[in-house]
């Protein structure tokens, strides 16, 4: 068995050093078909590269094991470069993991208003509506006010709609105190 640790018949370290990296490239072509045809197909370049770094940090491995060593890492690589393109994907297309967008300066103030318009109008408001109809007011967004009741944006957005509904029933039953009766 040859090693790359250290001198074996005579040999310098710097010359199995050499050897190592002259199998390397002698090997880079059948890594990158392999790479290929383990899914890598953009990156088997990369793949294969990152493999030769591994096998660099053995310095102990036997250049007899070096072929087999490099096709295991490589094979390995790929395995995980398909899995993470998998996870990517399945990210980019399935909503619920979308990051959220925070609104602009626009909707905040729009928001703060409409709360402080129906805080006004409490009527017959759940405690759950005022706390979040309070916290709209004062300017909090709808992920701190979930983090503050243990619930879901959505939720809380779901809240302040009832809310609103429930005003806006309300408005619409009552008399308006600015009309005459009889006009």
């Known amino acids: 068995m040859t090693s790359r640790g250290g001198s074996s018949g005579g040999e310098c370290g710097r010359t199995q050093t050499g050897d190592f990296w ?3 490239l002698r090997l880079r072509p059948g890594l990158i078909r392999a790479a290929n045809r383990f899914g890598a197909t953009a990156d088997a370049e990369d ?26 890492v490589t094979r390995r690589l790929c395995v995980d470069d398909v899995r993470r393109r998998v996870t ?17 300066p626009e909707e905040t103030v729009v928001g ?4 402080r318009w129906l805080m006004a109008r409490y009527g017959r408001l ?6 979040v109809l309070s916290g709209l007011q004062q300017g909090m967004s709808h992920e701190e006010l979930a983090r503050l009741l243990g619930t ?21 039953r009552r008399p308006r105190q600015h009309e005459v009766a009889g006009d």
Not at 112 to 115: C, K
Not at 154 to 170: F, H, P
Request: proline share 6%.
């Open 22 to 24: 002259q199998e390397c």
């Open 47 to 72: 793949i294969v590269h990152e493999a030769f770094l591994r096998a660099a940090g053995h310095p102990d491995l036997d250049l007899d094991r070096l072929t087999r060593f490099l096709l295991t």
């Open 88 to 104: 990517l994907q399945a990210i980019a297309v399935d909503p619920r993991l979308r990051p959220v967008p925070s609104p602009g």
């Open 112 to 115: 703060r208003e409409e709360a």
């Open 126 to 131: 759940s405690e759950r509506e005022r706390v």
């Open 152 to 172: 879901t944006r959505r939720a809380t957005e779901s809240v302040a709609n009832r809310a609103r509904r429930r005003v806006r029933g309300l408005m619409t």
